[in-house]
Every structure is written in C-alpha cells, then in structure tokens.
C-alpha cells in the first residue's frame, strides 16, 4: 500500500517560489503504470488539479498554471516535487500530492497548508 | 477544459434515507468519471472509478452510474460515517477536472 507525505514551506511571500516535496513509501516511485500528481484546495472552496509526472520521467501541467509550475522526480529519495512560481494570494491552499494508476486517485498524502503572505 | 456541475451543492438527509447527487459534464465523457469522498480536515477518498465500479474495500451502499454527460451517484442507506463531501471528477481530457462538490449533512 503506497503511502504519500508532503513537506515544504507553509508560508510563501508574493511573487516567491512555493517548493513541496512528497515521500513515497511502500513501493518505489519507477513502478510502471503509476503517475504522481499534485491537486490543491483553496480553504472552503474545491479541488484543482496541478499536474503530474509520470514514471517514465513525462509532464503535464494544468494550462492555467503551466506557465509557473515545474514537477519532478528525484528517484534516489523515491520523492516527488512542486515548484510553482511568482505566487500569489491565489496560491493559498491546501496542497496534496497523489498517486493514480490512469488518472483515478486512490492514493493521497494528507495534505500541507501554503499560505501565501508577506 | 471539461465543465463538471454538480447538484445540489448541499443536501440534508437522515439516517437510512436514499441519497442521490448528479454530476454533469459539459461535453461527452463517456465513462471516464471517478467519485471521491471527501470528510473535514482529510485528503478525498476515491470511492467510484469509471463511472460505476466499486474501489476496493468502499461499503456497497455506494453506487455510481452513468455515462456520456450525465452522471448519478447514490447512497443506498445514508449512515452517520457518510457525512462529507462528494465530488465528481472527469479524466476523459486532459486537465482532469472536479465538481464543485456537494455537502452532505445529517437532518
């Protein structure tokens, strides 16, 4: 059973660069068929998704975000990052990275509050 | 990108009560829709995959169903442990996209 643990900075002044790292245990992170995702959630309000890497290193990024954020794998540490630049007080959320075979989500971290505030 | 519009955005229902929230996509999705669970303070729970199949481990009171852009998920007998929000999520194009949510709640 894979298990996903955010960490990164909880506070990010405007205009800085949001950096979040999720762990992966219980299997390693090169497993074929898996992608790894990054989906955040304003407080009180819905999810969005932000993009994946897949294992064989490949991206996608939500083209509403695409401009500012960077996914990548550092298979050493069987982790995964977020870079999202120039932030915003829209940035604010909730961030959670995921696991999915497909893009059906079964596996989750629990979760990590950027709050974006000078 | 996909439109997911869910309704209603709130609900309130009793113990044992039958539960219904409509999904509905803004273009033909066929079967790529997922349901998730989501409780207070908690990351989502996927509980349907693929429009009507069961993840593993998920109580059989909940169901799915649907296909091309209207989409139903139902609680059979509403239990104490099912107060969260649900949200629906399409993956048939690229960005995946959710459902506003609908908010469950005990009368």
């Known amino acids: 059973q894979l298990q996903l643990q955010e960490s990164g900075s909880g506070l990010v002044k405007p205009s800085q660069t949001l950096s979040l790292t999720c762990a992966v245990s219980?299997?390693?992170?090169?497993?074929?068929?898996?992608?790894w995702s990054w989906i955040r959630q304003p407080p009180g309000k819905g999810l969005e998704w932000i993009g994946y890497i897949y294992h064989s290193g490949s991206t996608y990024y939500n083209p509403s975000l695409k401009s500012r954020v960077t996914i990548s794998v550092d298979r050493s540490k069987n982790q995964f990052s977020l870079k999202l630049s120039s932030v915003t007080a829209a940035d604010t959320a909730v961030y959670y990275c995921?696991?999915?075979?497909?893009?059906?989500?079964?596996?989750w971290g629990q979760g990590t509050l950027v709050t974006v505030s000078s | 990108d996909i439109q997911m519009t869910q309704s209603p955005s709130s609900l309130s229902a009793s113990v044992g009560d039958r539960v219904t929230i409509t999904c509905q996509a803004s273009q033909d999705i066929s079967n790529y829709l997922n349901w998730y669970q989501q409780k207070p303070g908690k990351a989502p729970k996927l509980l349907i995959y693929?429009?009507?199949n069961l993840e593993t481990g998920v109580p059989s009171r909940f169901s799915g169903s649907g296909s091309g852009t209207d989409f139903t998920f139902t609680i059979s007998s509403l239990q104490p442990e099912d107060i969260a929000t649900y949200y629906c999520q399409q993956y048939d194009n690229l960005p995946p996209s959710f459902g506003q949510g609908t908010k469950l709640e005990i009368k």
């Open positions: 693929d429009a009507s």
């Open positions: 995921a696991s999915s075979r497909g893009y059906s989500y079964g596996g």
């Open positions: 219980g299997g390693s992170i090169s497993s074929g068929g898996y992608s």
